[in-house]
Nanobody, 120 residues
């Protein structure tokens, strides 16, 4: 059984920073692309940032220059450093990982989500 456990969310003032972590555990054979999504109340879930197994990244236009995604393959962990946070960044943030568990093929797995609230 595979688990993605997120941490690091919370309440922060506008302009502040948070660092989200997502650790994958279980019988993971390979880890491919990983990403962070978010869903605000009344809105669809959207991609925030993604990173390939080779380290290539892409970001939503709304977070470019403020957020940085990174990964530690030895720890099966992906991070999201969020700086210059804005109230519109308020959402539940979800981790997603493309994993091979025990044997191919790869499947996408989701974390349980962590709340990020940006408010004064």
């Amino acid at each position: 059984q595979v688990q993605l456990v997120e941490s690091g969310g919370g309440l922060v003032q506008p302009g502040g920073s948070l660092r989200l972590s997502c650790a994958a555990s279980g019988s993971i054979f390979s880890m491919y692309a990983m990403g962070w999504y978010r869903q605000a109340p009344g809105k669809q879930r959207e991609l925030v940032a993604a990173i390939t197994s080779g380290g290539s990244t892409n970001y939503a236009d709304s977070v470019k220059g403020r957020f940085t995604i990174s990964r530690d393959n030895a720890k099966n962990t992906v991070y999201l450093q969020m700086n210059s946070l804005k109230p519109e960044d308020t959402a539940v943030y979800y981790c997603n990982a493309e994993l091979v568990v025990d044997s191919p093929p790869a499947w996408h797995y989701w974390g349980q989500g962590t709340q990020v609230t940006v408010s004064s």
